[in-house]
């Protein structure tokens, strides 16, 4: 069981323990996201992505969500009870881009495409107001995973 | 100005899903509003427009299909219903946010189980989605989730049981006593999404041993 | 200040067994009084992005043993910090924290317990459950110079799982190990147990 990212290899993350930490937390989450006409993670971030250019982009999503998003949504957490589940994505996002460091690095080539897909999605987040866009990002976490997903095998 | 409750007028709005087909259900209680009506309204998350939903405008029935309307699997929607009573009062209220690959419940396989001497063959038969490609072929559950599999289990008479696990459509368990009942059981797993049908259940007798007489 | 301060529990340690977590502590002792505890961890990353934020253990806030079965609060491959702290009614002691952070991966993975039986001329095998987090590579083999070892990846259940049709008079072995997806380890082998297959052998 692993991610397969283009040529960055992840193991030790159990897909399914993040799905059912986020299934456990979703309605609540999604139901404070009043703005349901802005998706941040939208097609062109996410759709044909290219495998060389996979490591790139997951790397630089999931470190925004390890150090904005999961960052600011905490208190939230704390409010709405949902520590535990909070706690087992961040800490496996946390290992994803531990593990994902070394190897992306020493990729240049793919960088700057997979880069402007990133920049969609943080253009999208900075057009909202702070709380509602981190509201969001943490509630379309299903989006990403369900993205992730793709590169994952048993 | 007091808002009135009309909250007695509609509850429980939601997307109710198996095999991809995807009825939007509610509950309103008919003693305080037996005259209701209800309206529906779906949108794609991400997009400005609430659609009205053809064919479930000012209905009396508590249930709309929106099979069609939320079937792009990469999409999340929502959908809402607007409950009028007789007197005027109204209600709305809108569902989560709907995705049918994360919700749908996947229903158990169709399959026949087919009794010989010494073994007894499982033939799973394709199970068909609402879901269109391009093309407009019908979608399989096959077809849909890559990682789908089938766990079969054959329990003999309550001691011990063969395993049998893979991505065919056919399987036989073999080395089987003749004349003898049989225990089958068939899921549709989809480790993933860590998704798992009920199971298909058959019994069946082997046949008896003839060779001999 | 002569309130009475109650002491921190000491001697705080993990035990981890097949993936099974357990913290343990030296019990405060005051005497004809019943000590409760409270157990609180943190992942790597509230370490390091909320280390004012701790998470109440799923089964021991409070608990009276001194020891908590802390298995579900470790969910990721990361290293955690645990801490524990005595209450007794309005005193509460100070919190003692685990001197060596605790990783899921080096917890011990035992060689599984197993039972073979026939049924007739079917080879079973009896597996432990030992958890989602296990699957179990079972190796069996006819026993004679030049066997084919064969490998099966067996699901544990209720019942007795069926290996392989086996043939009169003739014996087979089996051995099993333990594989754990999230830390990307295997248990050693368990010793290789043998059955001989009732009736004649068949002829040549």
């Known amino acids: 069981q692993e991610f397969q990212f283009g040529p960055c290899r992840v193991e030790g993350v159990v897909l399914q323990k993040l799905w059912q930490a986020f299934w456990a937390v979703k309605d609540i989450v999604q139901a404070q996201d009043n703005i349901t006409s802005v998706q941040l993670l939208r097609k062109e971030v996410l759709q044909n992505v290219p495998e060389t250019e996979s490591c790139h982009l997951i790397h630089a999503l999931l470190r925004f969500y390890v150090n904005t998003v999961f960052k600011s949504y905490r208190d939230k957490a704390v409010e709405f009870g949902i520590l535990k589940s909070f706690s087992i994505l961040a800490n496996n996002f946390f290992v994803i881009v531990s593990k994902l460091q070394a190897s992306q690095e020493k990729m240049f080539s793919t960088r700057k495409t997979a880069r402007r897909r990133f920049l969609l999605f943080h253009r999208a987040f900075k057009q909202l107001d702070r709380e509602a866009a981190v509201t969001k990002a943490f509630g379309e976490m299903d989006i990403l995973l369900s993205w992730m997903e793709k590169f994952y095998q048993l | 100005h ?44 991400g997009e400005g427009e609430w659609l009205e939903k053809e064919g479930c405008q000012r209905i009396t ?11 792009n699997l990469t999409e999340l929607y929502y959908a809402r219903v607007t409950a009028t009573d007789g007197t005027g009062r109204s209600a709305t209220k809108t569902t989560d946010r709907f995705n049918s690959l994360q919700h749908t419940i996947i229903k ?49 008479n309550h001691t011990y049981q063969m395993d049998l696990e893979g991505k065919q459509r056919e399987f036989e368990f073999v080395g089987l006593t003749p004349d003898t009942e049989f225990l089958g059981t068939i899921m549709i797993c989809i480790p993933n999404l860590f998704k798992e049908s009920a199971p298909y259940v058959c019994q069946v007798k082997t046949l008896p041993d003839r060779t001999w007489t | 200040d002569g309130a009475a301060v109650l002491p921190a529990p000491q001697n705080l340690s993990v035990r981890s067994v097949n993936m099974k977590h357990v913290l343990t502590w030296s019990p405060v002792i005051v005497p004809e009084e019943i000590i409760h505890y409270s157990v609180e961890y ?115 259940g209720v019942l007795p799982v069926y290996l392989e049709m086996v043939e009169p008079g003739a014996a087979y072995c089996v051995k099993a190990r333990t594989f754990v997806k999230a830390i990307g380890r295997h248990s050693a082998f368990s010793q290789p147990e043998c059955v001989k297959v009732q009736g004649e052998a068949l002829p040549l």
């Not at chain 2, 508590?62 to 079937?71: A, H, Q």
């Not at chain 3, 943190?42 to 799923?58: C, F, R, V």
């Not at chain 3, 919190?95 to 073979?116: A, D, G, Y």
């Open chain 2, 2 to 45: 007091i808002a009135e409750d009309t909250s007695d007028l509609l509850q429980h709005v939601k997307f109710q899903s198996s095999n991809f087909e995807n009825i939007l259900t509610w509950d309103g209680r008919p003693e305080s509003a037996p005259d209701a009506v209800y309206s529906v309204q779906y949108k794609t998350y």
């Open chain 3, 42 to 156: 943190q992942g790597e990353y509230e370490s390091l992005y909320m280390s004012h934020i701790w998470i109440p253990s799923s089964w021991c806030s409070p608990t009276q043993r001194p020891e908590c079965d802390i298995t579900e609060d470790i969910t990721a491959t990361v290293s955690y910090s645990l801490r524990v702290r005595a209450t007794l009614g309005s005193l509460t002691s100070a919190w003692s924290t685990l001197k060596h952070r605790f990783n899921q991966n080096s917890t011990i993975l035992t060689p599984p317990r197993m039972e073979i039986t026939m049924d007739g001329f079917h080879l079973l095998i009896k597996l432990e459950d030992l958890g989602p987090h296990f699957e179990f590579f079972v190796s069996y083999w006819r026993k004679e110079p030049g066997a084919k070892e064969h490998v099966k990846v067996v699901r544990p």
């Open chain 2, 108 to 156: 158990p396989p169709d399959v026949t189980c087919i009794p010989k001497v010494r073994s007894i063959q499982m033939i799973v038969h394709p199970s068909y989605t609402p879901i269109r490609a391009r093309n407009g072929h019908q979608l399989t559950l096959e077809n849909i989730f890559q990682g789908l599999l089938y766990r079969l289990k054959l329990r003999i």
């Open chain 2, 61 to 71: 029935r508590k249930s709309c299909n929106l099979t069609v309307e939320t079937g």
